[in-house]
């Protein structure tokens, strides 16, 4: 059976990963309390003891607005500190390396989407973390194993998503103006982590590689506006909704126009609005 480390076991996508596990497989969670990748000792000391054959590194710093002020250190410290440490150890023990990446490690110029292998150019501070713990990871550990991906939904209860946000403002709401300006691919985390699941389950075939798994959209993918109204013809509620633009609604960290990725990888996403049928369904 082979083990898996998971690290940032209390966040969303591990949550989803680990509702998901599969037989063969034993998955190992860390929360920070217990290993914070930011102490390469701790790191060390937790991966030997696991006797891990996998590292899937979910922990990170998510708060792109935060990372351009309060939390400049935090994401430094996290998204790229934290990641090294965990694919030099990974490379010193000799087993399997996964970390997730962002969207956000491009400047959104694109349209149509990006490829794995397009050049990057962060915009924001998380961005950059994200791209240069991915840079340092590769040369570290160059059978490390980058998954990147964008704009999250799933988890429990006690994580925070566009979706859930969205229907609860509509309890109390009868407007809402949403951006319609930034173009992306909404990825529900269930099938991220079956996503997840399939390279594990054939790593060989992985290693060394930068993936791109999102859900599928066409063109130049979606925006928070068709977002919203999806989510409300499928939950059937009643909200007028009006377009906005970024300029309008003002946020600490630029973000990207154009940031779908074209997925080129043999692992198979579904269409966005299945995902979003599937999350909605669920009691
Ligand atoms: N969410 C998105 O829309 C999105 C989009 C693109 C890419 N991603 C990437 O996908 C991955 C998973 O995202 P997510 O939304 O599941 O994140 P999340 O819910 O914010 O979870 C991240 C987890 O990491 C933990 N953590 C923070 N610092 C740590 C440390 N030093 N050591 C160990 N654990 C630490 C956090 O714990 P605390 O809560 O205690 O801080 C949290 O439980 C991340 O790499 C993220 O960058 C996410």
Known sequence: MKRILLTGAKGMLAHDFMESQKERFEIIPFDRDYLDITDIQQVEQRVQESQADIILNCAAYTNVDGAEDTGKKMNLDINVLGVFNLAKIANRQNIDFITLSTDYVFDGTKEGGYNENDEQNPINNYGLAKYLGEKLACEVNPQSIIVRTSWLYGGGNEHKNFVNTMLKLSETRNELRVINDQFWSPTYVMDLSQALWDIIGNIDTFRGK??????????????????????????????????????????????????????????????WKEGLREYLSKP
């Open 210 to 271: 930068i993936l791109h798994l999102s859900n599928e959209t066409s063109n130049n993918g979606i925006t928070w506006f068709d977002f919203a109204s999806e989510i409300f013809k499928m939950a059937d509620r009643k909200i007028n909704l009006t377009p906005c633009t970024t300029e309008e609604y003002q946020t600490k960290a630029v973000r990207p126009k154009f940031s779908k990725m074209n997925n080129n990888s043999s692992v198979q996403m579904r269409n």
